[in-house]
């Protein structure tokens, strides 16, 4: 009840999904480095603070349990963020509280290009720019998408591959369960 839905649970029937993936765990590199900061700051203030000082203490710890409870949030929050990419539309869902999802239709994009910098090349990681007909769409830009290179061939065989070739791969994909007596969707 509480917890987001499935991003599958958003894809039509008629959908065959091509990736899922969530940002790579690098995104949080800066909310680690400035969680242990302001951890150690305060571990040492409080050092410093002589013990009869009980409430700079306490407010001190208090402070300490509000760094660890933001930075679990930017964690969950992370985590439940998916991007997905299916043969009609892009997705990106996010949100802990309050879901929300972002799509594009795969029809719309005209250009794609991905870029890696020195740290995404060493943690393996990119950006993705998705350009549409002249218009900046919610998914304009993806940031520390893992594995950028496949997920660009993916999508540029989705956008600008063959159609009937795709369409005759998706009918022996949907065979092939048959035959293996899955359900077919």
């Known amino acids: 009840m509480f917890a987001p839905r499935d991003p599958d649970e958003y894809l039509l029937g008629s959908e065959r999904r091509v990736i899922r993936v969530r940002r790579h765990w690098a995104c949080l590199l800066w909310e680690v480095f400035e969680a242990a900061g302001l951890l150690i700051g305060a571990v040492l203030i409080s050092s410093l603070v002589p013990a009869d000082v009980w409430l700079v203490q306490n407010l001190l710890w208090y402070a300490a349990l509000f760094i660890l409870l933001r930075f679990a949030y930017f964690v969950i929050e992370w985590w439940v963020e998916r991007i997905v990419v299916t043969d009609k539309r892009f997705m990106l869902t996010s949100g802990v509280f309050t ?3 972002a799509m594009m239709p795969v029809t719309k994009v005209t250009d794609l290009t991905y870029e890696r910098s020195v740290a995404g090349r060493l943690f393996g990681y ?3 720019v998705v350009e549409s007909a002249g218009q900046i769409q919610a998914l304009n830009k993806i940031e520390y998408l893992p ?3 496949g997920v660009y061939d993916a999508i540029s065989e989705l956008v600008f591959g063959d159609k009937k070739a795709q369409a005759e791969r998706f009918s022996m994909m949907k065979a092939k369960r048959a035959a293996a007596g899955k359900k077919i969707t």
């Open 147 to 149: 594995d950028p290179e």
């Open 126 to 128: 990119g950006t993705l």
């Open 99 to 101: 879901t929300k999802v």
